[in-house]
């Protein structure tokens, strides 16, 4: 398995503001994803990131809104730009199983939960 | 957008009673995946099963898999009050990417 860290755990934050959220992981791994879970709902995809290329958004999330960083093959920042209340949700972050790269599981950070006054 | 749908949305029962969860999707699959969320934390990876697998074990947990009716359940027997948690399916299409359910609550009462 892959150990992975979030920072911050929470945030309070002010509308109009932005918000950096950093995931650490302990191995190196190709491919990083970032999801958002808003209040009582399930995970949705926000985009996939992959070291040395540009991050893969899907449809309903655009590169202004949250851009993200891969610098090296154990971390990514996502940014939750001009943050809105709607924007109040846990956003988590993931690996491939670093050891058995293809369609298997993924390990999850344990999420930064946002809110935005 | 989700592409597996879960039911129930909740579920209470007692301890040391069984507690059985489906999840129904609309496409072909590589694999289907359940897991665990503790009280809005991470998500814990479960079971894994394959598009030709048609059930797995793995301790307390079962899982089987009917492509044909494209629905997948997971059971947990004899349950504890740490299952408490929601569980989510997450389908693997043709690429790398999850698609979550929406998810099943359950509480298990001491």
């Known amino acids: 398995s892959a150990v992975i860290s979030q920072k911050p755990s929470r945030d309070i934050c002010q509308r109009g503001t932005s918000l950096t959220i950093q995931c650490q992981v302990d191995s190196q791994v190709t491919m990083m994803f970032w999801y958002r879970q808003q209040p009582g709902q399930s995970l949705t995809l926000i985009a996939t990131?992959?070291?040395?290329?540009?991050?893969?958004?899907e449809s309903g999330f655009v590169i202004d809104k949250f851009p993200i960083s891969r610098p090296n093959l154990t971390f990514s920042t996502l940014t939750v730009s001009n943050m809105s209340p709607e924007d109040s949700s846990i956003y988590l972050c993931?690996?491939?199983?670093?050891?058995?790269?293809?369609?298997?599981?993924?390990?999850f950070g344990p999420g930064t939960r946002l809110t935005v006054l | 957008s989700q592409q597996g749908e879960e039911d129930p949305q909740a579920l209470s029962i007692q301890e040391g009673e069984n507690a059985t969860m489906n999840c129904s999707y609309k496409?072909?699959?590589?694999?289907l995946q359940w897991y665990r969320q503790n009280s809005g934390r991470g998500l814990v990876h479960l079971i894994l099963?394959?598009?030709?697998?048609r059930e797995k074990h793995s301790g307390r947990l079962r899982v089987t898999l009917d492509t044909s009716k494209k629905s997948s359940s997971l059971l947990i027997t004899a349950s504890r009050a740490a299952d408490t948690a929601s569980y989510f399916c997450a389908i693997v299409m043709n690429d790398y990417k999850l698609s979550f359910g929406a998810g099943t609550t359950v509480t298990v009462r001491a």
């Open positions: 993931s690996v491939e199983n670093p050891r058995d790269r293809g369609y298997n599981e993924q390990f």
């Open positions: 496409t072909s699959i590589n694999n």
């Open positions: 099963i394959r598009s030709n697998e």
């Open positions: 990131a992959n070291q040395g290329s540009e991050a893969t958004y």
